[in-house]
């Protein structure tokens, strides 16, 4: 019948009506699973990333060449510099000159009234510039800051202009006696064979120190008169940390001109190489420095015969707690403060030769965690650029130990930490201490913390001590890389790099900020400046593998020590305006 609810066919047709509303109930869980899977799988942060535009430069934009007067007037000194043979040879003599007069120095030297006769070989040094660089002399006001730090300063007419410091050590590191024989050059020849200067200190940084001087001298001789001044200040004892020399200058150069004096700072550092990732020519100052923290733990528990000996010796338990170290190291942290991020961010938003992708990835590194992480992961996996992204731990120095009879009493240990950017010393003592807490509490040992008892047992076995092997340094404030003085520093590099040294790039040379792992005098000069850039402006294709500083065969491309010469020629001359300040 009709409108019955079980003829044959409305019962196909109710069949086929649930089968539907199953097939879209079906749907819809299918649906929401679906959905589920993408916001709680990689599939949503990675649709993001595909997202996220590259278009806006203006995180990192590529400012315009900045030429001086003098260049458009009359470029011939500057190409003189870098293409002129006679200039060239006068130049190589002048820093092989340098390079001969030995000025290494050895860790913890005494200060220089205590033990005037260390330091004698930099009055040997002195003798060598005031000959090589009379002009210089004559024309400057020179300072010697406790003895034998130089302080040369050409005044300028505008003393509402701060000064340029343009700075650089006479100091280089000591070479090893067993590895005289493998110079190919003896180290302090100061040998040039035509292409390359071989020597210590030829990178590491009298090629700093002299171009620097070649630059002035040039300056003065073409009567130049800057409305700004500039001073150049070189330390002594760099490579032994610079208590003697940069610390005294800085202390002398904020009496002289004050506090936050200075328009720029330029030290050595990184300077201008090929991009791994991109393969270009890129600027790379150093705009901060990682801090430094020697910790040395000394272990100390009864001694006795060694044929009564305890389950865990003194060495036993400093093995111990080397293995809880090094099975705890620092994790790695990308933040917006870490130059590192913005280095990137500069190659995402400028270099197509980056993939679209990776370009997206980095530019969401700063405030997206999925994107963050894969950043993070890259930079992991690379030795080189591991560390520049958390604080490096190196157990480097263990001593106990006298007699194969006797237990040992005493047990050192110290530990290198070179602290990432966003970390403060403290953090790097409290996360120190809770290491050697696992182990005193498991051996009943007392624990004295940088002068502080933190833990104590009744009948203790021992006594830890853990304190600063030397001195410690925080991380560097972060000079800016936005701002005009940036600006001229990249503007500049432009100039020399693309007008005159790689005159075919099809691409404009991004200059990016940079971090150095190491420290530099620099870190006595925090006050002088806001705008410290430690910055070498050569083209070195791979610094680390090409100019060998602090090992053997130390060397230089001469070329690259005149372009030194003339970015510092150019550099003083551009920022010679008022229009250079932030
Ligand atoms: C240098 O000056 C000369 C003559 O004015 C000019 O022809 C040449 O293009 C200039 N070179 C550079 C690199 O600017
Ligand atoms: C540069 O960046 C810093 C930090 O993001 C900001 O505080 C400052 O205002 C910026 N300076 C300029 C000149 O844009
Ligand atoms: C650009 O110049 C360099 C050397 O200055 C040369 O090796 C290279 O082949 C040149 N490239 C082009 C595309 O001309
Ligand atoms: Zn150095």
């Keep these: 019948m009709i409108g019955l609810p079980l003829d044959d066919a409305s019962r196909t047709n109710l069949k086929s009506q649930f089968a539907k509303r199953r097939v879209s109930i ?36 590529v400012h315009d060449k900045i030429v001086p007067k003098s260049f458009v007037e009359d470029n011939s000194t500057v190409i003189g510099i870098l293409k002129d043979e006679s200039f060239r040879l006068n130049s190589v003599e002048k820093l092989s000159g340098a390079i001969q007069v030995d000025t290494q120095i050895f860790d913890k030297p005494p200060d220089v009234p205590d033990a005037p006769e260390v330091w004698k070989k930099f009055k040997k040094f002195h003798k060598y510039l005031e000959k090589t660089f ?47 024989k493998d110079w190919t050059h003896p180290p302090f020849s100061g040998f040039y064979d035509g292409e390359k200067i071989y020597g210590r200190g030829a990178s590491d940084c009298k090629n700093v120190l002299i171009a620097i001087m070649e630059s002035l001298e040039l300056l003065i001789k073409n009567d130049y008169k800057p409305a700004r001044g500039v001073v150049a200040a070189f330390g002594f004892d760099e490579e032994a940390s610079g208590f003697i020399g940069a610390k005294n200058i800085a202390k002398f150069l904020q009496e002289k001109f004050g506090k936050f004096s200075f328009h720029s700072l330029l030290d050595e550092g990184y300077g201008l190489t090929l991009d791994a990732s991109t393969n270009q020519v890129v600027a790379a100052p150093a705009v901060g420095e990682k801090g430094y923290l020697d910790i040395v733990v000394d272990l100390t528990t009864p001694g006795g015969h060694s044929s009564i000996s305890p389950d865990h010796t003194s060495i036993g338990m400093m093995g ?71 604080t490096s731990q190196a157990i480097d120095i263990i001593s106990g130990g006298e007699k194969a009879n006797a237990l040992p009493e005493n047990v050192k240990m110290v530990i290198n930490h070179r602290v990432a950017i966003d970390s403060k010393v403290s953090d790097i003592q409290a996360h120190f201490t809770d290491r050697v807490l696992i182990l005193a509490k498991k051996h009943d040992l007392q624990v004295i913390s940088f002068g502080k008892e933190v833990f104590n047992v009744e009948n203790k076995k021992g006594t830890i001590d ?91 491309r001469f070329d690259s020590h005149l372009q030194l010469i003339a970015f510092f020629y150019e550099y003083v001359q551009n920022v010679d305006t008022p229009d250079a300040d932030n």
């Design 134 to 180: 009379p002009v210089v002399f004559e024309n400057t006001q020179v300072d010697y800051v406790n003895t034998y730090g130089l302080v040369f300063y050409l005044k300028g007419s505008n003393p509402d202009l701060k000064p340029v410091l343009l700075t650089a050590h006479q100091d280089v590191v000591p070479v090893q006696q067993s590895t005289l």
């Design 26 to 61: 079906l749907s819809l869980i299918i649906f929401f699973f679906l959905l589920i899977i993408f916001f709680t799988s990689d599939a949503f942060p990675l649709f993001k990333i595909f997202l996220q535009p590259i278009d806006d430069n203006s995180l990192c934009p």
């Design 466 to 556: 853990i304190d600063f092997n030397s001195h410690s340094l925080e991380a560097a404030p972060i000079s800016p890389s936005n701002d005009t003085v940036w600006k001229y520093v990249a503007a500049t590099t432009r100039h020399i790099f693309e007008d005159l040294v790689f005159t075919n790039l099809t691409y404009p040379i991004i200059t990016a900020p940079s971090l150095m792992p190491a420290n530099t005098d620099t870190r006595y000069y925090w006050d002088l400046t806001k705008n410290i850039y430690r910055y070498s402006p050569f083209f070195a294709a791979d610094m680390l593998k090409e100019n060998k500083i602090h090992s053997v065969d130390e060397q230089l």
């Design 320 to 390: 111990e707690l080397a293995y809880i170290i090094e099975q705890d190291p620092y994790q790695p942290l990308l933040t917006n403060e870490n130059p590192i991020l913005h280095y990137l961010q500069c190659l995402a938003v400028n270099s197509e030769e980056l993939p679209k992708l990776t370009r997206k990835t980095i530019l969401r590194a700063g405030f997206d965690k999925f994107a963050n992480a894969k950043i993070v992961k890259v930079l992991s996996d690379n030795i080189l650029t591991k560390f520049l992204i958390r």
